[in-house]
């Protein structure tokens, strides 16, 4: 990805009030998160295996935050229906995305919106991870990279019996295991401090 191409996203979100910052590498993007980590914050964060592969679960687990961290072992459904309500009161909330348009425009799918809702409404500070693997033209090529590449992706990693995890494709389909049950579009907001991108040179999640 050039940095043409970088630079016009980075305008267009600003165009939507949304904030934008380029790291070179995901050790960069954790020493940005190092310092802005403090002491007891609470901080969530959405199903995310870009959150995974950048090390910030990592981060989270080894800081003096409350973290709250649905992947804790043994947890039981009824702690993890808390811990997605405790979300919304967060400090800080992180997650990946699964699209983002040059035009400035963040697409994302949700199973059960314990992670597009908090994104939209709730946590003081809301930090979106993304890869450069992410960005796309427009919005037909975002829905188009939802449902063949990110959904099935997904599906078949949650183990779900859907039929875009056999054929790698979106049939659109009615299954009760559908994943892809709340699609969003952030294409702007009031708080131009609130919600902020954070793009990370190399290819995380999918
Ligand atoms: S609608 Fe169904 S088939 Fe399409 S991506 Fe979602 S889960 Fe897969």
Redesign the pocket.
């Known amino acids: 990805m050039n940095k043409e191409v970088i630079d016009q996203l980075i305008k267009s979100l600003k165009k939507n009030r949304i904030e934008a910052i380029y790291f070179s590498s995901k050790e960069k993007l954790i020493d940005f998160f190092i310092d802005k980590l403090k002491p007891n914050m609470t901080v969530g964060t959405g199903d995310s295996l870009t959150l995974e592969q950048v090390g910030l679960f990592d981060l989270l687990r080894k800081s003096n935050v409350n973290f709250l961290d649905k992947y804790k072992r043994d947890i039981t459904k009824f702690e993890k229906d808390k811990l997605y309500r405790d979300n919304f009161s967060s400090d800080l909330f992180l997650s990946g995305i699964n699209a983002i348009t040059i035009e400035g425009k963040i697409f994302n799918l949700d199973g059960n919106g314990s992670r597009v809702a908090p994104i939209i409404y709730g946590p003081k500070q809301v930090f979106l991870i993304c890869g450069i693997n992410k960005i796309v033209q427009n919005d037909e090529e975002a829905i188009f990279r939802i449902?063949n590449i990110a959904?099935?992706i997904d599906?078949k990693r949650l183990n779900?019996k859907?039929?875009?995890?056999k054929t790698g494709k979106?049939?659109?389909?009615k299954?009760a295991?559908?994943?892809?049950n709340y699609y969003t579009i952030i294409q702007g907001q009031f708080d131009k401090n609130r919600i902020k991108v954070l793009l990370v040179d190399g290819e995380y999640g999918f």
């Open positions: 449902r959904a099935p599906a779900k859907t039929p875009c995890v979106c049939i659109d389909c299954s295991d559908k994943i892809c």
